[in-house]
T-cell receptor, first 113, second 111 residues
Framework: DVKVTQSSRYLVKRTGEKVFLECVQDMDHENMFWYRQDPGLGLRLIYFSYDVKMKEKGDIPEGYSVSREKKERFSLILESASTNQTSMYLC????????????FGNGTRLTVT | KQEVTQIPAALSVPEGENLVLNCSFTDSAIYNLQWFRQDPGKGLTSLLLIQSSQREQTSGRLNASLDKSSGRSTLYIAASQPGDSATYLCAVWEYGNKLVFGAGTILRVKS
């Protein structure tokens, strides 16, 4: 079974801090995604990666960057955290083709004060 | 731009009732439609995936249908139980390699 691990369940950071959110998979899947989830807005795609060092912007990439140096790890970086980035962040993996279901981690609840 | 809408936003039913959750999407150029469940403070769990060439999928007490031409899907839950209480999200995998989500339906099943 696909296992997706997000390193932190809860994080509290201050405005202006650089924040790293980590996502690790236990297999060799190529496609990894970062979403944020806000009440009433559903999940919105921030960035995705289809291989090592490859990345594509999603719908809301502003204020974020990503890093994928190894296949199993996909990091989301908030360059200078702001209060409007307070949200639930979800990492997901696509194990096979697009006709396989997405597998999600348990999420990181980030609060920026 | 693809938009996915879920109705109702929230639903409260007594235990044992059969219920239907609705999902609509604006662009029929999709590979598949997926239904997920999310428990409070947790990630999403896949329930059912319907490929664009299929009309429905079933898993236990869950049945999901897809009418691609009209841009609609329904998730039918039979004999609801308190353990079914969660948020249910639908999403469409559109051409262009992106999964677009609805905002979800919050379901509460009362014992």
């Amino acid at each position: 079974d696909v296992k997706v691990t997000q390193s932190s369940r809860y994080l509290v950071k201050r405005t202006g801090e650089k924040v790293f959110l980590e996502c690790v998979q236990d297999m060799d899947h190529e496609n990894m995604f970062w979403y944020r989830q806000d009440p009433g807005l559903g999940l919105r795609l921030i960035y995705f990666s289809y291989d090592v060092k490859m990345k594509e912007k999603g719908d809301i990439p502003e204020g974020y960057s990503v890093s994928r140096e190894k296949k199993e790890r996909f990091s989301l970086i908030l360059e200078s955290a702001s209060t409007n980035q307070t949200s639930m962040y979800l990492c997901a993996i696509l194990p096979d083709t697009y006709n396989s279901p997405l597998h999600f981690g348990n999420g990181t609840r980030l609060t920026v004060t | 731009k693809q938009e996915v809408t879920q109705i109702p936003a929230a639903l409260s039913v007594p235990e044992g009732e059969n219920l239907v959750l609705n999902c609509s999407f604006t662009d029929s150029a999709i590979y598949n439609l997926q239904w997920f469940r999310q428990d409070p403070g947790k990630g999403l769990t896949s329930l059912l995936l319907i490929q664009s060439s299929q009309r429905e999928q079933t898993s236990g007490r869950l049945n999901a249908s897809l009418d691609k031409s009209s841009g609609r899907s329904t998730l039918y839950i039979a004999a609801s139980q308190p353990g079914d209480s969660a948020t249910y999200l639908c999403a469409v995998w559109e051409y262009g390699n992106k999964l677009v989500f609805g905002a979800g339906t919050i379901l509460r099943v009362k014992s």
